[in-house]
């Protein structure tokens, strides 16, 4: 399943449903959340996720 990541905190979000329905680590329910998102892992989710602006 492929889902829309538009935000690295929607990947965080998604691996804290993952971490709970399976019982893995956090490190690897980041990591399967960003593979149904479409990225090879966490890390290279965060490489190619721009940034949000900041407003100040």
């Known amino acids: 399943m492929v ?3 538009k ?3 929607g990947l965080k979000r998604r691996a804290k449903q ?3 329905a399976v019982n893995v680590p956090h490190c690897q329910a980041l ?3 960003s ?3 479409g ?3 966490y890390k290279d989710a965060l490489e190619k996720i721009p ?3 900041v407003k100040l």
């Open 31 to 33: 990591d399967i959340a």
């Open 18 to 20: 993952i971490k709970r």
């Open 3 to 5: 889902i829309a990541a």
């Open 35 to 37: 593979q149904e998102a």
């Open 7 to 9: 935000t690295i905190n």
């Open 51 to 53: 940034a949000p602006e």
């Open 39 to 41: 990225f090879n892992n």
